[in-house]
């Protein structure tokens, strides 16, 4: 018996399910990628002729202009021949501290905490887990495997039975306004007795396993934010 195939919210969106696409959608889609073009040739002379060299694009995604640059500094600044460290990276040292007693103070209320250079190279490294987490995560399927596969993680989204999650598709609405719902309720709840059930939709999604993910990337960046001064040779 053959397997019946799962399905999702896209594919009830562009296969069975969904509505016809009318010659005047097709048109406005159209006109949409010349005036995408157009907007690609503004921008392109905004950074060029601007005195901040910034466009309009990249001042409303600031954060993800600013991400690729930084991620590339960081990791050029992590890879050169670095000579010190922050600080508070120091271990004790007789000559630089009127007692022991006094370093442990210190030591105790966070202020040092120790490691020297390797510990400055791993907050260095959590720096840049930070922001390249940020930059190839919601990237191509390629570029965001290859940085999880780096750092030894799972894919939040992997088809595995720990991560199945089903949902409910219904289609309401005629012609241009057919519009296509997803519903965590079932088909006999009376709450869609209104709409007309096409199927069910499966998607696969390990939150805890993502909120880890970004915990850790809220640790970086904020580490980042710390030791921003630090950040010289």
Request: glycine share 6%; hydrophobic share 35%; net charge negative.
């Amino acid at each position: 018996m053959e397997e019946k195939k799962e399905k999702s919210f896209v594919d009830y969106m562009i296969g069975e399910g969904a509505h016809e696409i009318s010659i005047f959608t097709r048109i406005k889609w159209k006109i949409k990628k010349i005036a995408d073009a157009y907007r690609s040739i503004k921008w392109f002379l905004q950074r060029l002729f601007r005195s901040y060299h910034a466009s309009d694009c990249d001042i409303w995604n600031l954060h993800e202009y600013l991400t690729p640059i930084i991620l590339g500094k960081l990791i050029a600044f992590r890879n050169s021949p670095l000579h010190g460290y922050p600080s508070c990276f120091s271990e004790y040292y007789e000559n630089e501290w009127k007692s022991k007693e006094e370093y442990d103070d210190a030591v105790d209320r966070g202020d040092i905490l120790g490691g020297e250079q390797a510990a400055w190279l791993k907050v260095i490294d959590e720096m840049i887990f930070a922001f390249e987490f940020l930059n190839y995560y919601e990237a191509s399927d390629k570029k965001r495997d290859k940085m999880l596969k780096k750092y030894g993680l799972e894919y939040p989204h992997k088809k595995i039975p720990e991560n199945r999650m089903v949902h409910y598709v219904y289609k309401y609405g005629k012609g241009e306004d057919e519009h296509i719902m997803s519903s965590h309720l079932p088909p006999k709840d009376k709450e869609n007795e209104k709409y007309t059930y096409l199927g069910e939709d499966v998607s696969y999604y390990n939150f805890n396993l993502e909120r880890e993910y970004y915990e850790r990337v809220e640790k970086g960046m904020k580490l980042f934010a710390k030791y921003y001064l630090s950040l010289w040779d």
